[in-house]
């Protein structure tokens, strides 16, 4: 059961940090796309410097999106956003009814550990009178 319990709580980790990772790509793929006009125009600018004054904050939000998503990147294509929310919502529901599963390990988990307690109390109170019966003799 223990064992049961330990598996349940790895996958759930694991589940969370793919989680993770998938909502920080699609947050950096929204970025990328709401900022990309900016960028654009920016790079066809004559005078770059005052473009940049006026907006700046959409320009470095580009470029830092841009950079964590050709890291992601990793020399292939970057999944669909459309793709990674389904994913993410399909993980989303699988880690709820995991964790409902892991409650319930948990609970008999301490039921058994309650119990071997209890059993492991009266063994021992059981064990105390045969020695004083030996001391008797």
Do not use: W
Request: glycine share 4%.
């Amino acid at each position: 059961m223990h064992t049961e319990s330990e598996n349940t709580a790895a996958t759930l980790k694991g589940l969370e940090k793919r989680l993770s990772d998938i909502s920080l790509l699609m947050k950096n793929i929204s970025a990328y796309q709401q900022t990309k006009a900016v960028y654009m125009q920016y790079k066809k600018a004559k005078d770059k410097e005052k473009f940049l004054r006026g907006n700046e904050s959409s320009i470095i939000i580009h470029e830092a999106a841009a950079k964590t998503l050709q890291a992601a990147r990793n020399g292939g294509k970057l999944p669909d956003f459309k793709k990674l929310h389904t994913e993410y919502k399909e993980l989303t529901e699988k880690k709820d009814k995991l964790y409902q599963e892991y409650g319930k390990l948990k609970k008999k988990v301490k039921q058994y550990d309650t119990i071997k307690q209890n059993v492991d109390t009266i063994l021992r109170q059981a064990r105390q009178p045969e020695k004083e019966h030996k001391k008797e003799r």
